[in-house]
């Protein structure tokens, strides 16, 4: 099944502010290297057959890159995110005029939320971060709009400050995590949850590889992922491994850069 991904090309890229523990203004980034990097994922979903659309990047907002901030899409229907810090709050409407410019039925969330960094749809499921950005009350606000239940996850290691960071969908009903990202409780609830689960080492978290964008057969992933891509081998997935080293100083990786678009 193709996907339909949004992706914002990092034109205004930098690190400039630090609001997660990747993030050293003092550093910086190479943006031109940023490009290039996200050219090549943008590339790779192509070939998988992916469709992806374009928003205008902003000046100013330098880490509108990480797409799957923008909002969260079920069904036709986009929750609008509202960030937590105020250097990116500007990219919450800018996201939200290109959903409502393009047909959608959106709705302008209340609460603190950070889209698909903080929430992540299964088929009959939408597993939800907070912790760091998004706020427990927003889970309830995405649920009642969306119609899906939402299982709230508590995330405690600053490295892993959106869901997206220690968590991913293999396909509709499984995935791949970090249980070091997550609270005793929640823990046991993914356990619970997906006994099946591939579990990743502390060293593929630390590159971001659970930051990475499955269709149930192929994952996109960051190249130094290592263990966990024969893992995801082992399981029969297809690995595409992509360099995103530039943006990863930014605190994001393959996923960040990417917002499904699922239709009715
Ligand atoms: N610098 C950005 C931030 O801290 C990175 C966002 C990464 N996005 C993600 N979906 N995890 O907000």
């Known amino acids: 099944m193709p996907k339909h991904y949004l992706m914002c090309r990092p034109e205004h890229f930098t690190v400039e502010y630090a609001i997660n523990p990747w993030m050293d203004p003092e550093a910086g980034a190479d943006r031109d290297v940023a490009v290039r990097q996200w050219e090549g994922l943008k590339a790779a979903y192509e070939e998988l057959g992916h469709e992806v659309s374009l928003i205008d990047p902003i000046e100013g907002l330098p880490d509108m890159v990480f797409a799957a901030n923008g909002a ?22 800018a996201y939200l005029r290109w959903f409502a410019e393009n047909g959608y039925a959106t709705k302008e969330a209340t609460l603190t939320n950070e889209g698909e960094g903080d929430f992540l749809t299964l088929d009959e499921v939408i597993l939800a971060g907070t912790g760091f950005r998004t706020d427990v009350a ?31 969908p293999l396909d509709g009903r499984n995935i791949a995590y970090y249980p ?23 060293e593929d978290a630390a590159v971001l590889g659970l930051n990475a964008v499955s269709d149930g057969r192929s994952v996109v992933i960051n190249s130094e992922a290592a263990d966990l891509q024969l893992e995801l081998k082992r399981r029969g997935y297809e ?17 960040c850069c990417t917002l499904e678009i699922r239709g009715e």
């Open 138 to 168: 927003a889970h309830m606000e995405a649920q009642e709009f969306l119609g899906l239940p939402v299982i709230s996850l508590k995330l405690v290691d600053p490295r892993f400050y959106h869901l997206d960071t220690a968590l991913f």
């Open 239 to 255: 690995v595409i491994p992509v360099e995103l080293s530039e943006l990863r100083k930014a605190g994001g990786g393959p996923k």
């Open 180 to 202: 070091g990202a997550f609270s005793k409780g929640s823990q046991e609830v993914l356990r619970r949850m997906f006994p099946d689960a591939v579990l990743a080492s502390a």
């Open 72 to 93: 969260l899409v079920v069904g036709g229907r986009v929750y609008g995110a509202r960030f937590a810090f105020p250097e990116r709050a500007a990219e919450g409407p």
